[in-house]
């Protein structure tokens, strides 16, 4: 089975990390997942990238960025820009969706992730945007979202 991760760039890494692990860690266990999509962008999906990373060391499993444009990288702190580089390292594919960038074309990162997935987790704290349209378009398509 395949998952996509979708959350805040805002995510609250000292008091969610934890939650996070037993997300992914369930899926895997629970669900049978062996692949997972990542949007690559800061804050929740770096720490999820991280996670899947983590966990690859015990599990058989495949972490897949989803980069929707080229040059995402350069759009972080050079903080966010290290992690990204280090978990494109540990991917066992990258995909590429668009060679620049336009408006919507994180909008068809995220549908990309959801139609290639059976479930997704996320980090929604109800705020308005892309975690919000992804996880809206995940019910549509009837996946399994986890709410963490």
Known sequence: MN?????????????EIRSLERAVESAIIYDDVDTFYNGMAR???????QTVIQLKRRYKIKLIACVPFYGQK??????D???????LEHCNEIIVLSQDYYPGCMYKRNR???NNCDMVIAYYRGKRG?????VKYAEEQQKKIVYI
Do not use: S
């Open 43 to 49: 804050g929740f999906d770096l720490a999820a990238a």
């Open 112 to 114: 990309y992730m959801v």
């Open 130 to 134: 892309g975690t919000q349209y992804t």
């Open 74 to 79: 350069e759009t972080l702190n050079a903080f």
């Open 81 to 87: 820009r290290k992690i990204y580089e280090e978990v």
């Open 3 to 15: 998952c996509a991760f979708t959350g805040h760039r805002n995510f609250d890494y000292y008091n």
